[in-house]
């Protein structure tokens, strides 16, 4: 205590220890509060961890390379987590190779739409190129999709953010969309909350909220499915939705038990 | 856990040589999870290979852990927005726009598409 304490910030600041340490305590909250919100859409833990740590770096001056010296850790591990996804895929497998022929069908029509329309409508709005390739892949699952930004020469922290964005939107529009699109088919219903539900925390949130025509048990496979097309078509994570609906016919009363828990 | 560990490590370190090696526009860890893939394939047709962290799931568990916290390896990549500030501040909402649209859109198409296929597929299936 006899030095400056501005002096203890210095050393601090400069150490992988209290980023990393930062991260995972704002996740930790902002994970506690989309769990209170029963996952709610609005209360992504990404999303709002994002912008507390974001926010924080600006108050205190530090760089994002200082910041990133810590949290690489965390980020490295994204590597192993896409190899990791072959083990749900192999553990739905039959459901996997049952739906195979829509999976592919849809997978393409999919991802066509989702990268055509985006890059069109932002050519269209006159952003820049750097823009426009690191919103193309925001369909794809977010890791993957950093992957592709980066060997596009995009920029993965842009690219990250319209993936999380674009899970989010899926998730709050689905249910009105197909309410007004007049989709009474339930498996397609399920299998488009999938499709836009990116990522764990939206397809969850879907999944607990238990919107009524909108079968969870399908979002809930559809994320543990997820990344499956990316794999295939590393431009469309998008496919991955489709064997979904299938699953569900088969499988409505597991999709009840998973709900609850 | 360790050796479960290893294996991933493993199988992504082989997807990064041979990506990186043939110059590939995938990234390595897209190979790394086929790898993986093909090798729980392969021990369900060769007790063999059934030891280690592909026995007595060890690599499912470990594999399971990671996922389970996906949503965290986000965060720092996303972090990396608060370089893109001014950009955000003037092009923010048109990237929200495009987005919401883009979402929209492609949910229909897939909803369509699906609808149309398991149409086709049971109707093919009345036939035989």
Request: aromatic fraction near 6%; charged fraction near 10%; include cysteine.
């Given at each position: 205590?006899?030095?400056?304490?501005?002096?203890?910030?210095?050393?601090?600041?400069?150490?992988?220890?209290?980023?990393?340490?930062?991260?995972?305590?704002?996740?930790?909250?902002?994970?506690?509060?989309?769990?209170?919100?029963?996952?709610?859409?609005?209360?992504?833990?990404?999303?709002?961890?994002?912008?507390?740590?974001?926010?924080?770096?600006?108050?205190?001056?530090?760089?994002?390379?200082?910041?990133?010296?810590?949290?690489?850790?965390?980020?490295?591990?994204?590597?192993?987590?896409?190899?990791?996804?072959?083990?749900?895929?192999?553990?739905?497998?039959?459901?996997?190779?049952?739906?195979?022929?829509?999976?592919?069908?849809?997978?393409?029509?999919?991802?066509?739409?989702?990268?055509?329309?985006?890059?069109?409508?932002?050519?269209?709005?006159?952003?820049?190129?750097?823009?426009?390739?690191?919103l193309a892949p925001k369909s794809v699952t977010a890791g993957v999709a950093m992957g592709i930004a980066e060997?596009?020469?995009?920029?993965?922290?842009?690219?990250?953010?319209?993936?999380?964005?674009?899970?989010?939107?899926?998730?709050?529009?689905?249910?009105?969309?197909?309410?007004?699109?007049?989709?009474?088919?339930?498996?397609?219903?399920?299998?488009?909350?999938?499709?836009?539900?990116?990522?764990?925390?939206?397809?969850?949130?879907?999944?607990?909220?238990?919107?009524?025509?909108?079968?969870?048990?399908?979002?809930?496979?559809?994320?543990?499915?997820?990344?499956?097309?990316?794999?295939?078509?590393?431009?469309?994570?998008?496919?991955?939705?489709?064997?979904?609906?299938?699953?569900?016919?088969?499988?409505?009363?597991?999709?009840?038990?998973?709900?609850?828990? | 856990?360790?050796?479960?560990?290893?294996?991933?490590?493993?199988?992504?370190?082989?997807?990064?040589?041979?990506?990186?090696?043939?110059?590939?526009?995938?990234?390595?860890?897209?190979?790394g999870l086929m790898l993986l893939l093909v090798l729980l394939f392969a021990r369900d047709h060769f007790s063999?290979?059934?030891?280690?962290?592909?026995?007595?799931?060890?690599?499912?568990?470990?594999?399971?852990?990671?996922?389970?916290?996906?949503?965290?390896?986000?965060?720092?990549?996303?972090?990396?927005?608060?370089?893109?500030?001014?950009?955000?501040?003037?092009?923010?909402?048109?990237?929200?726009?495009?987005?919401?649209?883009?979402?929209?859109?492609?949910?229909?198409?897939?909803?369509?598409?699906?609808?149309?296929?398991?149409?086709?597929?049971?109707?093919?299936?009345?036939?035989?």
């Amino acid at each position: 205590m006899s030095e400056n304490p501005f002096s203890l910030w210095v050393y601090l600041s400069q150490s992988p220890l209290l980023w990393l340490t930062m991260t995972l305590v704002v996740y930790a909250g902002a994970d506690a509060v989309s769990l209170a919100t029963e996952r709610h859409p609005l209360a992504n833990p990404v999303l709002h961890s994002i912008w507390i740590v974001g926010l924080f770096l600006m108050l205190t001056g530090t760089s994002y390379p200082t910041y990133f010296a810590g949290a690489q850790f965390v980020h490295f591990l994204l590597g192993p987590a896409t190899v990791a996804l072959a083990v749900p895929l192999y553990e739905n497998r039959k459901v996997v190779l049952a739906a195979i022929l829509p999976m592919l069908v849809a997978l393409v029509v999919g991802s066509i739409v989702a990268i055509v329309s985006v890059v069109v409508l932002a050519e269209a709005a006159g952003l820049p190129r750097t823009v426009v390739l690191s919103l193309a892949p925001k369909s794809v699952t977010a890791g993957v999709a950093m992957g592709i930004a980066e060997s596009l020469g995009a920029d993965p922290s842009l690219t990250a953010v319209s993936v999380i964005l674009t899970g989010i939107m899926g998730a709050i529009i689905v249910t009105p969309l197909m309410n007004r699109a007049g989709i009474t088919d339930f498996r397609a219903r399920g299998f488009a909350a999938g499709l836009a539900a990116h990522g764990i925390g939206t397809a969850r949130a879907l999944c607990i909220r238990g919107n009524r025509a909108v079968a969870c048990g399908l979002v809930w496979r559809a994320w543990r499915l997820d990344g499956i097309p990316s794999i295939a078509f590393p431009p469309s994570r998008c496919m991955l939705a489709r064997n979904v609906p299938l699953f569900s016919t088969s499988n409505h009363s597991a999709r009840h038990g998973q709900r609850k828990r | 856990m360790i050796v479960s560990f290893s294996l991933i490590l493993l199988c992504q370190l082989i997807g990064e040589v041979f990506v990186r090696g043939l110059r590939l526009p995938i990234p390595g860890p897209v190979i790394g999870l086929m790898l993986l893939l093909v090798l729980l394939f392969a021990r369900d047709h060769f007790s063999l290979l059934a030891r280690g962290p592909l026995g007595d799931g060890g690599v499912e568990n470990a594999s399971r852990g990671l996922l389970a916290n996906l949503s965290l390896l986000f965060i720092p990549a996303g972090v990396g927005v608060v370089q893109k500030l001014d950009l955000l501040a003037e092009r923010g909402i048109a990237i929200v726009v495009i987005l919401a649209i883009s979402v929209v859109l492609t949910l229909l198409a897939t909803v369509a598409t699906f609808l149309v296929v398991s149409r086709l597929m049971a109707r093919a299936s009345e036939k035989p």
